[in-house]
């Protein structure tokens, strides 16, 4: 028994090595099962950081200014004071454009992006209580706009989506924090006092403008188009610290002396911007 299988064994490498058979494994009848052959790379459809680690991404945007808080001023002793200022915004516009490094063989990228916001003031309302004798008021209405200028550093992570229906050629899912600055210029106009509920004939205005400090965190999805285009919608959260922005201006609309009260100073600004555009990968 012994001889016969070291005789077989001697022919099937006899048989092995002249090529009158494939393989080993077909003489012996044995089959490979194919989850032992070497796996291929799923394709995407789309570019991957390797080929494509670059791209530039330009979005519109509806853009969200939250409430903004004034602290506090006392008066003085002049004959008004204020309390409780808040300052809101209708819905505003905006637009970015992106530049991003996708780091190959990694789940990492890198990128900046820089921006415009607009949102019209559509309130302000603040109580001036008694203090020192002055007599109890308040302002209300006002108009103006809020222009933001943000530059963002975003790094983060990202992951890509199957293809399939509607968008055949995948996409990506990507998020991360935020850091970096923003120029903010505010200006409130137009508004009303009143003392003791009789509305005064004067008008008041405050604003400036800052450079101030911006973070926040974003997330985006992006479907691909095409191999290097891709729809990208996503949202960016951002809050600034606080800010001064000048002297509350108060002028008589019926002539008379103008007069200047403290300035007004804001806690944190939170704005909230809403993507939509096209990135293309090279």
Same mark, same amino acid.
């Given at each position: ?10 022919? &099937?490498?006899?048989?092995? /090595? ?14 490979? #099962?194919?989850?032992?052959?070497? #796996? ?20 519109? *945007? ?13 008066? $003085? ?9 808040? =300052? ?17 063989? +990694? ?40 222009? @933001? %200028?943000?530059?963002?550093?975003? #790094? ?20 991360? #924090? /935020?850091?970096? +600055?923003?120029?903010? !210029?505010?200006?409130?106009?137009? %508004? ?16 400036? !403008? *800052? ?8 997330? !985006? ?6 191999? *290097? ?11 600034? $610290?606080?800010? !001064? ?8 609309? @019926?002539?008379?002396?103008?007069? &200047?009260?403290? *300035?007004? /100073?804001? $806690?944190?600004?939170? +704005?909230? =911007? &809403? ?8």
């Amino acid at each position: 028994m012994k001889t016969m299988t070291l005789c077989g064994a001697l022919a &099937v490498g006899l048989a092995a /090595s002249t090529g009158s058979a494939q393989s080993v494994h077909e003489l012996l009848g044995m089959n490979v #099962p194919a989850a032992q052959a070497p #796996p291929t790379p799923a394709d995407t459809g789309h570019a991957s950081a390797e080929e494509a680690p670059f791209y530039i991404a330009w979005t519109v *945007n509806p853009v969200i200014a939250g409430t903004i808080n004034t602290k506090p001023v006392a008066n $003085n002793g002049s004959t008004l004071a204020l309390s409780g200022g808040k =300052i809101r915004f209708a819905l505003g516009v905006g637009t970015d454009i992106t530049f991003g490094w996708r780091i190959p063989d +990694t789940y990492f990228f890198l990128q900046v992006s820089a921006g415009f916001t607009w949102n019209d003031v559509s309130e302000f309302s603040a109580d001036a209580p008694p203090e020192n004798g002055a007599f109890p008021g308040q302002l209300f209405g006002g108009s103006g706009d809020l222009y @933001q %200028i943000p530059i963002i550093f975003t #790094p983060g992570f990202e992951f890509e989506l199957p293809g399939g229906w509607p968008f055949m050629h995948g996409g990506l899912i990507r998020f991360g #924090p /935020s850091i970096g +600055t923003v120029y903010q !210029d505010l200006s409130v106009n137009n %508004i009303t006092q009143t003392i003791n509920g009789v509305v005064r004939e004067q008008q008041a205005s405050f604003g400036a !403008d *800052n450079w101030l400090l911006a973070y926040g965190g974003y997330v !985006d999805l992006e479907f691909f188009l095409s191999h *290097n285009i891709s729809l990208v919608m996503g949202c960016q959260f951002m809050a600034t $610290n606080g800010a !001064d922005y000048g002297d509350l201006q108060v002028v008589p609309t @019926q002539g008379g002396q103008a007069f &200047v009260e403290d *300035n007004v /100073s804001t $806690n944190s600004t939170y +704005t909230t =911007i &809403v993507k939509c555009g096209l990135s293309f990968y090279f």
